[in-house]
């Protein structure tokens, strides 16, 4: 197969792009590389796209294993045909491959293969010829008696044949295709709830069914997830009658009695062994395309929560909330180091908010604290409160945020958590942590396992290998995206560098144990450093305060390049280190960037990239980003009404919906029928994790602790927008469709709400 035509179609790509992907690829240079310095050869892909680029080429690649290995397979059978080769090289995919295979692979005995040993294939072709030529099968049958063989009869013997046509009938790898293509277009996820303790938290699916073709992702994990708890008894359901006589009308070719055998050896093919299969492996298709779905979510929520813009030159007072062992207190300064520690008891059932409150505000004025980091896990309202009063009382302006403490107590006990603070018990390494969090969220968040962040939907059912790959791609990319201090960061950091390993990483943090890295090529000092590592991690590693291109995502091949391009524009290093160059795109212009990309020996994307480093060195892509937002108050859920309206931060994005921060301890619910005026098909498609929005509150529900919001800046009905038909009949129509979905999605809410009760979110 020619990988670079297939994927240059599939990815809409120049021909020669795709192909340069490939080579690239293979010549082991990794995805950030590839997509911020071979522009050129990519036709400027971003990491996204190499991604699924790289995904589909494995799988392509793997698919022409697996048809190798079946071609080998069937050959040394002395099976192999003309026709085989053909089906073989036109299967896209592995399902395909391995049911062109199924009747030539070595199985566990079977009806059919036993009726094979007794000798009763030559009476099976015979029934399936359905022409009769030798008389009726029960007379023919009676030739097959052999009680030496377990044969003791004709119709023991007719049978075995119909074992051996059912099998030949459910081998049909066409035949299958065309019934798994129909069951994914016609049929319906059916549950029912099975008697269990944990049961009522499935209720909303106790009588429920949904087209295959119409089940969003989400649902799919819900009754598997119901279904592997042993509540929900989930199945495929179909008209089996007329799938039954689709099979029989490519089979049946005569109404004789042979026609009649064959008849039922296909219903039963179709009863015993087509429909189990294939409803496995359509419910195996669904869970597959919901897992990339919900692995699709955790992706787009985690990369902004990665890159919410640190809060720089702020100390910051750490709070891990609890109830009986008290609230964990850790100090950090600008730089991230711990000035001090403490424990406090303001929440239930010590109460001492008075010894509490003394000691916070002597912490606040002997470090000069300005934000308080609260954690958002047990006893998060109460510290909230706590806080909230406390400020009032400080003599100097302090601010408090809530942070997604997800994961803080697995940094807390792990082996990395005790290397960078041994002396630390793990409630107070989490309150480090959670501090850290606000000051620096990249930094802090990649020191844990990512599933273990909290952004995502049923992030616990993924499959595992998968979920790393991808949010590995995630963080390595955030990573990339803003660079590294080579000097300062963690070794956790680094190793998540273009080219590094933990390795590598910790060789470069005992590097500069003993020496500073002075410039770049400094790297190639550090042991088992070589060249080609140095090629992939040398642009997205930074050197504040020395040599000003080393500060900068210009790569060191491109140095001479840059100085060419600083003669031919009038300038020189110290006016890009003094900020004195604002004017460079208008002396390009001039030229024309295709002529200067030219005289500079380099392509124009790298140009672009170029000029826009030299016009911020030393640039953040954070800072452009939305703060996050800091209260100095608390409103309660029952200070909420309906109408009013409000500032919060987007704090998770899910299939149908967005949950908003709000300052009431609670997240409120978007549905996604509330976020715009206009048609959209994905939350995502307009929000992202860290987004702040005005918000309207919808109403409130004290029992179930829900707040529904609203983006909409209408009051046109769900799903209506501003699209209402005057025609009354198709009006009635769309709302009682409306308020069918609307009460689905109530069930998606009350669902997910009590998941994320028991699991976490």
């Not at 709070?319 to 403490?342: H, M, Q, S, W």
């Amino acid at each position: 197969m020619d990988y670079s035509v297939k994927l240059a179609g599939e990815f809409k790509l120049r021909a020669d792009h795709s192909a340069n992907i490939i080579a690239l690829i293979d010549d082991g240079n990794t995805i950030p590389f590839i997509a911020r310095y071979r522009k050129e050869m990519t036709g400027s892909c971003d990491d996204q796209v190499l991604r699924g680029f790289s995904d589909r080429l494995k799988y392509l690649r793997n698919l022409d294993k697996r048809k190798a290995e079946i071609t080998a397979s069937i050959t040394e059978q002395g099976k192999m045909t003309d026709e085989i080769a053909l089906a073989l090289e036109k299967a896209e995919t592995m399902t395909e491959a391995e049911d062109i295979y199924r009747p030539y692979k070595q199985k566990r005995k079977t009806r059919a293969s036993v009726a094979v040993e007794k000798g009763l294939a030559p009476l099976a072709e015979y029934i399936l010829g359905q022409e009769e030529k030798d008389g009726e099968p029960e007379i023919v049958a009676e030739k097959y008696i052999n009680p030496e063989k377990g044969v003791e009869t004709a119709e023991q013997a007719l049978a075995g044949a119909s074992d051996i046509i059912a099998e030949k009938v459910s081998d049909d790898a066409e035949l299958r295709k065309t019934l798994r293509k129909k069951m994914t277009e016609v049929g319906e996820i059916t549950c029912k709830l099975l008697e269990h303790e944990n049961a009522k938290t499935y209720d909303m699916y106790a009588d429920y069914s949904e087209r295959i073709d119409k089940i969003p992702s989400h649902r799919i994990l819900a009754v598997n997830r119901g279904e592997k708890e042993e509540c929900l008894k989930v199945s495929v359901s179909v008209d089996d009658e007329a799938f039954i006589s689709a099979v029989q009308s490519i089979y049946v070719k005569s109404g004789n009695k042979s026609g009649k055998i064959v008849a039922a050896a296909a219903a039963d093919a179709y009863t015993r062994l087509i429909f189990p299969s294939i409803e496995r492996e359509v419910r195996n298709d669904l869970t597959d395309k919901a897992n990339e779905q919900a692995i699709k979510m955790f992706e787009v929520n985690l990369r902004p929560l990665l890159l919410q813009p640190p809060l720089k030159g702020k100390t910051i007072l750490g709070l891990d909330p609890a109830y009986r062992t008290g609230c964990k207190i850790a100090v950090i300064n600008p730089e991230g180091n711990v000035l001090d520690t403490a424990v406090i008891f303001p929440t239930p059932p010590q109460n001492r908010t008075e010894e509490a409150e003394a000691k916070v505000l002597a912490l606040v004025k002997k470090y000069g604290v300005d934000v308080i980091s609260i954690g958002n896990g047990t006893a998060s309202k109460e510290s909230e409160i706590f806080v909230a009063g406390l400020l009032k009382k400080c003599d100097r302006p302090v601010s408090y945020a809530v942070v997604n403490e997800a994961g803080a107590s697995v940094y807390s006990a792990s082996k990395l958590g005790a290397q960078e603070f041994p002396d630390f018990e793990p409630a107070q390494r989490s309150a480090v942590s959670i501090a850290r969090r606000l000051q620096d969220p990249l930094a802090e968040l990649i020191k844990i396992d990512v599933k273990s962040i909290g952004v995502g939907q049923y992030q616990h059912d993924m499959p595992e290998a998968r979920l790393e790959e991808v949010l590995g791609g995630v963080v390595e990319n955030c990573v990339n995206s803003v660079g590294v201090d080579l000097n300062t960061a963690s070794a956790s950091l680094l190793s998540y560098v273009a080219g590094l390993n933990s390795g590598t990483a910790k060789s470069i943090v005992e590097y500069r144990r003993e020496r500073r890295f002075e410039r770049r090529e400094d790297l190639l000092k550090v042991k088992k450093l070589g060249e080609k590592a140095f090629e992939q991690c040398a642009g997205f590693l930074r050197i504040p305060g020395g040599f000003v291109l080393d500060n900068t995502a210009v790569h060191p091949e491109d140095y001479a390049a840059t100085n060419k391009l600083l003669e031919i524009t009038g300038y020189s290093l110290e006016d890009v280190e003094k900020g004195r160059i604002s004017d460079i795109k208008e002396r390009i212009d001039k030229k024309g960037y295709s002529a200067v990309a030219k005289e500079c020996g380099i392509g124009e994307p790298t140009l672009r990239d170029i000029v826009e480093e030299l016009l911020k060195p030393g640039r953040d892509i954070r800072d452009s980003l939305p703060s996050p937002v800091l209260r100095s108050d608390l409103m309660d859920l029952n200070d909420l009404k309906e109408g009013m309206e409000l500032t919060g931060t987007v704090r998770n994005v899910i299939d149908f919906g967005v949950f908003v921060d709000i300052g009431v301890h609670q997240d409120g619910l978007v549905h996604i029928s509330q976020i715009s005026d206009n048609y959209i098909k994905h939350p995502s498609d307009v929000l992202k994790v860290g987004d702040v929005v005005k918000v309207r509150v919808l109403g409130v529900d004290g029992v179930k602790k829900k707040i529904s919001l609203t983006l909409k800046t209408t009051d046109a009905p769900h799903g209506i927008g501003g699209n209402q038909k005057t025609d009354r009949e198709r009006k009635e129509g769309r709302k009682a469709a409306q308020a069918k979905r609307d009460n689905r999605h109530e069930r998606d809410e009350d669902l997910l709400a009590a998941l994320y009760k028991k699991f976490g979110r």
